[in-house]
């Protein structure tokens, strides 16, 4: 809205003091009109300055200009090319990418062996070309042409230099990110309800497209869990970590526990882009970051923190691609849809009590169950343990026992005592072998009590769960 004129010369004409003057003298003094004046000019700046009713609110996730070829390539990544194909591409300035290649399935160790054998290959392909180029040769080959290409004239043998040094692949992941996407459906509603309820920007609840594809089953070789991907001693903060129940692998009670982390990472930081860089790269390392360069553009242009690498420069950019391809995802995988959310409503279990008995208590299936409570432990799924007194049991809103039902029914039989699980901090030099042996237990029921990968990786001062069975060989 225009408000030109408003500092113009006011000109008091003297026109006849008549019933058609603009202004009459006898009724209104200098004085007067000047107050009139002002309160007009006034509210005419009260009425530009009111914020226009459904105006859009600045998001509280920008895209900054220097991140846009970040943002476009996770783009790529997660809505455009499969797990089948992969990108040959610089890790610094992510917008090179000098090849999309084909991939073998990597279901079997033939299949990731001839995977790994052709990366190589091409990534040397790659750094024999940008050798020569930063030798100074005048590119001879189409190929050669087309890789100086990439960089633009003028670019220094330096810069290619470097460029051999830096070629990076990068999977494909478009079918995972859109069975998450799927997936998604049955929680997304409730997510945002709980972030709206900590007063947070509700579309962190397309964060875990970037943490686990929204796989509730999602457990990590490092040891994190859940849509959120907590690792243990985070969880704990926050969560029930124990024998029989594990929150984080609950999609809302693991969301209350992520609210709580973002907020708490925006209160220290001031700064969505930060605070969600703080997720992957820890708040006290960005806070360091903060103090050193000020501004998240800052921080990704010129930050060289150790620990700072790939994964963390690249996770807001991640995030924002991550957030346009969830939205849109018709765009990005035309006809797909997602669940329909969960139904649910919940008890409090009154005393320890086997899965198959509540199962029976409400007339649904163990399955079913199982699914809606994925923080309950195979241990319990599978009856070797209790669900535990107190646990927040979710039900299908369908289910019609009560409680106070479910208490007396289950009260006639006296639960088995539940042992505490031991737990074995991961030493330097220790391998799962020598773990299972020194407890008296097989490494195949090692690696199932701690739901490890096949590759049976463990890091150094990772805490794994001993079999409750186990040998007292030691003492912890």
Request: charged share 20%.
């Amino acid at each position: 809205m225009s408000i030109m004129g408003l500092h113009a010369p006011i000109e008091l004409k003297n026109y006849p003091r008549t019933s058609t003057s603009p202004y009459n003298y006898s009724m209104i003094s200098m004085k007067q009109f000047t107050l009139l004046v002002t309160s007009s000019i006034f509210l005419m700046m009260l009425i530009v300055l009111a914020p226009t009713p459904g105006a859009a609110q600045k998001d509280p996730f920008p895209t900054y200009s220097c991140i846009e070829s970040n943002v476009t390539f996770w783009k790529k990544v997660y809505g455009k090319y499969s797990s089948s194909q992969g990108l040959i591409h610089d890790k610094n300035n992510i917008a090179i990418i000098y090849e999309i290649i084909s991939l073998h399935s990597s279901d079997t160790p033939e299949g990731q062996q001839a995977n790994e054998c052709n990366i190589t290959a091409i990534k040397e392909k790659y750094q024999a070309i940008l050798s020569r180029l930063a030798q100074g040769q005048i590119p001879s080959t189409p190929e050669e042409k087309r890789v100086a290409g990439l960089f633009g004239p003028h670019t220094k043998p330096a810069t290619f230099l470097t460029a051999a040094d830096n070629i990076r692949f990068q999977r494909g992941i478009s079918d995972r990110f859109s069975a998450g996407i799927i997936r998604s459906g049955r929680y997304l509603s409730h997510i945002k309800k709980i972030l709206n309820s900590y007063n947070l920007p509700t579309d962190l609840a397309y964060l875990p497209h970037v943490e686990s594809s929204f796989d509730y089953q999602a457990y990590s070789k490092v040891g994190a869990a859940g849509i959120w991907q907590f690792m243990p001693s985070t969880g704990r903060q926050f969560l029930t970590i124990n024998n029989s129940v594990d929150e984080r692998r609950d999609p809302l009670v693991a969301t209350h526990a992520a609210a709580q982390f973002l907020k708490g990472n925006y209160r220290k930081l001031e700064s969505w882009p930060l605070a969600l860089t703080a997720y992957n790269h820890g708040p006290a390392a960005m806070q360091r970051a903060k103090n050193a360069l000020g501004t998240y553009e800052a921080i990704f242009q010129k930050y060289d923190g150790s620990r700072f690498g790939f994964a963390s420069k690249n996770f807001y950019a991640g995030f924002i691609a991550a957030r346009d391809v969830a939205r849109n995802y018709q765009q990005y995988f035309p006809g797909l849809q997602m669940d329909p959310p969960v139904s649910i409503k919940n008890i409090r279990v009154k005393q320890a009590t086997g899965l198959q008995i509540l199962a029976g208590q409400f007339k649904i299936s163990p399955t079913v169950l199982a699914d809606l409570n994925p923080a309950l432990t195979p241990s319990v799924i599978s009856g070797k343990h209790y669900v535990p007194k107190g646990y927040l049991l979710n039900l299908p809103q369908t289910a019609h026992s009560s409680p106070a039902s479910l208490s007396a029914k289950t009260s006639k039989r006296k639960p088995e005592i539940q042992k505490v699980a031991k737990i074995h901090m991961v030493k330097q030099g220790e391998t799962i072998h020598k773990i299972a042996e020194r407890y008296g237990v097989s490494r195949r029921e090692l690696i199932a009590h701690n739901q490890l990968n096949n590759a049976e990786v463990i890091i150094v001062g990772q805490s794994l769960k001993i079999p409750s069975r186990a040998l007292k060989k030691t003492t912890m």
